[in-house]
């Protein structure tokens, strides 16, 4: 008797044939930052909170991990060199070259021109994630390219490929678009814009800080900081592995973050101290700090913020010392002169953020100052309305364009002789380099730091 076959059944949770079953890609560190760069293109979305939940998801730690963060930060920042060298070394013009390609042949150019990896392991990993998005055809077009990029180094690559002008060289030289050259230049001044897009193109840091009253600056492991005391540098790991953080009794923020609202605590009043309002919290970084320093001294902050999904970042990161509310910061549900102190951190072009999101600068055009200008002015003017005579205003913006900063807070207080300027830089003594006043600007080159801008604004009373 033939022997009997049984029908078995497929386990819980994978009754898929192979054909259905999601195939793991053959090179899941590579797949994983070309989907970020795809993602970036296709639907503006942040790499900093993409790539992360990628990782998660498909299991990638440790070294792994790392090579992914460093493929896809890597490629973000030096794009603009990239495609100055792919389009000398390509037979069609980088604008002409399909967008998935194009973002394969720049992780190929990111791994032979600024990494360690062998030219061949560059080059064969690269063709094949090529002809796997983009097909046969195209794989045979990757390879052609790349081997002419592998046949010289960086250098000499930008010998070959910086033009002579000098805003069009620093912007192949160090990645960034001509406008924002031009924007970082009248800024920071012809003598130091060199170091300054270097800094933008260095991998920063991760900073902590511990939320008063709540976490000490111990309970989080690292270096202390150099400046903000209530900081730490955390060499390498999750930040989110360290109790305090996941407990949101501390949190990842950038120093010169922490230290513009420390200013405005520090500055001197003239009457009570009690109600403080940050005008647009989300999501909730400053408002954190802010709400800490408030329960320390018996006053109470209003966090809020126009967009609803921003204003619950916000309810996570204050403690029973601040209230959050869902509003218009430009149409206040507040009566006028409500306020003793209120920051006003101004929607901004990000300039002062490249370090941290590289692709801000591929993102955003000149176009954006005159969207974002009639509302910082709005927001500004709202801050000023809301504080009381003898109160104080700090205007924050995270870039230092003068468009968004020096210009904004001038137009405002045009004609206003109720308003002084307080010297910003004289309330961060411990930071050196913050400029001869009243406005702080704070540098990557010169503070390691984001290039946070800072006007202290005091009604009279």
Known sequence: MPPRHTRRTPAKGTNRTPAQ??????DPVRRTAFDVLQAVDDRDAYANLLLPSLLR????????????????????RGRGTYDAVLDVCSDRPVAKIDQPLLNVLR?????LLRTRIPAHAAVGTTVDLARSVAGPGQAKFANAV?????????????????????????????SHPRWIVNALRDAVGR???????????????VTLVARPGRATVEELG??????????????EGDPGAIPAVAESRAAVQDEASQLVALALVRAELDGPDRRWLDLCAGPGGKAGLLSGLAGERGAHLLACDVQPHRARLVAGSIDAAGATAVVDGTRPAWRPESFDRVLVDAPCTGLGALRRRPEARWRRGPESLAELGPLQRRLLTSALESVRPGGVVAYVTCS????????????????????????????????????DGPYAQFWPHRHGTDAMFLALLRRRS
């Open 21 to 26: 079953r999601p195939r793991r890609p053959r």
């Open 57 to 76: 998801e498909r299991g990638l730690t440790g070294r792994d991990a790392a090579l992914a963060t460093e493929l896809t930060y890597g490629t973000l």
């Open 107 to 111: 992780l190929g150019a990111h791994q």
């Open 146 to 174: 790349l081997r002419k990029v592998a046949a010289r180094d960086l250098d000499a690559w930008l010998d070959i490929v910086a033009p002579e002008d000098e805003t069009a060289r620093l912007a192949v030289v160090h």
């Open 191 to 205: 003598a130091e814009i060199e170091a300054l897009l270097a800094a933008d193109n260095e991998r920063p840091r």
């Open 222 to 235: 690292g270096e202390p900081a150099a400046y903000s005391p209530y900081a730490a540098y955390l060499a």
């Open 400 to 435: 230092p364009h003068l468009a968004e900063t020096k210009v904004v807070v001038d137009d405002v207080l045009r004609g206003r002789d109720d308003v002084e300027r307080l010297d910003a830089p004289s309330h961060l003594t411990e930071v050196p380099g913050l400029g």
